[in-house]
């Protein structure tokens, strides 16, 4: 790999997943009359103390777009395909803009009463979709470069578990047969179609990072 993304884009793309997933694991162990398994993260910015999950929303959103940027830099100087750090510069705005944008309670792909809402509802809709396109997108180019190809087998994994999970959250929350059964296990759901993606981001971020350091060694 030709040196290009910075460093600073690494390690922002290696600290965001790690710290979101961090503080919305915390602050739901710790918020009365929360359930990680029933409740939908979004559902932690309701409330007094709903700024800690707004600030990770707004923290998580600038990072990624940082590592994002760094990622369309990088292609670009290489003449490579620009659809996934473009679809990556989209989920991180549609994640930063889901803090100020808060959630009605419970109504996360259900029809909204508030316009913050709705606004929350469609934002998140397009994450859960680009999580999954994204991957394969990316693992499309993973194929296609002999740099990448290290790369090609671990997404193809987490492309594949993030459709199945994004298929799963979709029905346990959209079809009205499963919404009364799934009922207690939304957050859970969600957490499946989530988590996945952000493992697989520190991970193509750790392997950058793992270039960039031996193309400093040869150079």
């Known amino acids: 790999m030709k040196k290009g993304i910075s460093y600073i884009s690494v390690y922002s793309g290696l600290i965001a997943p790690i710290l979101f997933v ?5 602050e739901g162990l710790f918020r009365e009359n929360y359930s990680a398994m029933q409740n939908f993260i979004s559902e932690l910015s309701i409330g007094n103390n709903g700024w800690i999950q707004i600030a990770n929303f707004l923290i998580f959103g600038f990072l990624f777009f940082v590592f994002s940027m760094g990622l369309l830099r990088e292609f670009q100087k290489r003449r490579l395909s620009t659809t996934g750090p473009i679809l990556f510069l989209i989920l991180a705005s549609c ?5 100020p944008f808060v959630t009605d309670s419970d109504t996360i792909f259900t029809q909204q009463k508030s316009v913050h809402g709705i606004i929350h509802g ?3 809709a397009i994450v859960f979709i680009l999580m999954t396109v994204s991957s394969w997108t990316f693992l499309k ?6 740099e990448f190809k290290s790369l090609k087998n671990v997404t193809l994994l987490f492309a594949i578990i993030l459709t199945f999970t994004l298929i799963a959250f979709i029905y346990v929350t959209k079809v009205p047969t499963s919404q009364n059964i799934f009922q207690n296990l939304n957050g859970l759901f969600q957490r499946l ?12 971020a750790f392997s950058i ?11």
């Not at 994640?95 to 803090?99: L, P």
């Not at 180019?141 to 002999?146: A, P, V, Y």
């Not at 793992?210 to 040869?218: H, R």
């Open 141 to 146: 180019l993973f194929k296609k470069e002999k």
């Open 122 to 124: 469609v934002l998140g």
């Open 22 to 26: 961090l503080i919305f694991t915390i």
């Open 95 to 99: 994640y930063f803009f889901s803090g």
């Open 193 to 204: 179609a989530l988590i996945p993606f952000m493992v697989w981001l520190f991970y193509l």
């Open 209 to 219: 990072r793992n270039a960039l350091t031996k193309y400093d060694k040869n150079n």
